[in-house]
Nanobody, 126 residues
């Protein structure tokens, strides 16, 4: 059972930066995918970014492409989300997720992920 713990959320400013971290309780297999999702008040949880632990292929939602970067440090069992050029619409609870053996066509779907963190709040002020 993999446990995921997010950290690094908080208050950011419009145009500023924040970095989120997600620590896994154990090292995931080389063919896993790690991802970030977010959920704003009154909205459904949505995909933000994902990374494959074998090879490091990355995937981004159009809304964050060019501003956010997902990366992983397997030795530290941690995945990061560097968020630059923050916007007020980035305000949400951000969730880390992990899954094994996911095909590319489903890597952005909530249903593809089995392990979830508790979430960390990100608030961007204008």
């Amino acid at each position: 059972q993999v446990q995921l713990v997010e950290s690094g959320g908080g208050l950011g400013r419009d145009g500023g930066s924040l970095r989120l971290s997600c620590a896994a309780s154990e090292r995931t297999s080389t063919n896993w995918a790690m991802a970030w999702f977010r959920q704003a008040p009154g909205k459904e949880r949505e995909f933000v970014a994902a990374i494959r632990t074998n090879g490091g292929s990355t995937y981004y939602a159009d809304s964050v492409k060019g501003r956010f970067t997902i990366s992983t440090d397997r030795a530290k069992k941690t995945v990061y989300l560097q968020m630059n050029s923050l916007k007020p619409e980035d305000t949400a609870v951000y969730y880390c997720a992990a899954t094994a053996t996911v095909i590319t066509s489903t890597i952005t779907r909530l249903s593809a992920y089995y392990y979830w963190g508790q979430g960390t709040q990100v608030t961007v002020s204008s």
